[in-house]
């Protein structure tokens, strides 16, 4: 029996166990640039057992929904931030650890102008933009060793819109 996930909406506390949502919403903590430029002061924990933080670009195939959860990852080297090149919204996938096995996904989608950095060991869904061109930087760990968990699902999830 297939499993159905809603998708919700991106918010800080609703991903807080995850991650750390970035976005330039309300205040700046300070202004910079001749007072021409807001800045929204250190909106992700990089964290990195080893080796040094690097920028990739990434370039995803559009996903529509429902979509069919089958895997997710996890990196317990290293954070992974994914910073969207343009303003449309991505899909974001996390599960909680249940001693070293995923459980209970959760699906959100984000708004225009969010990124997001996921948790060292967190469990997450692979890139999934919405909207071509999923273009993507991404700052994660560059080091030796291996970096990379799968998890695939007995039964897929169905992730649907809210």
Known sequence: MTKTIKTQELTAEAFAAYG???DATGTPDKM???GKCGRFHDKARLDFS??????SIFKGEKETLPLALELVERHPEGSQA???MSADPFLVVVAA???GVPKDPKAFI???GQAINFHRGTWHGVLAPLSEPG???VVDRIGDGP????HWFETAYLIEKK
């Open 32 to 34: 910079i640039n001749q």
């Open 97 to 99: 650890d249940d001693n």
């Open 20 to 22: 750390d949502v970035m």
């Open 110 to 112: 984000t708004t225009p």
């Open 147 to 150: 970096n990379l968990e799968e």
């Open 82 to 84: 994914f910073i969207p």
């Open 135 to 137: 273009l993507f930087a």
């Open 50 to 55: 080893d080796g040094r933080a690097g920028v």
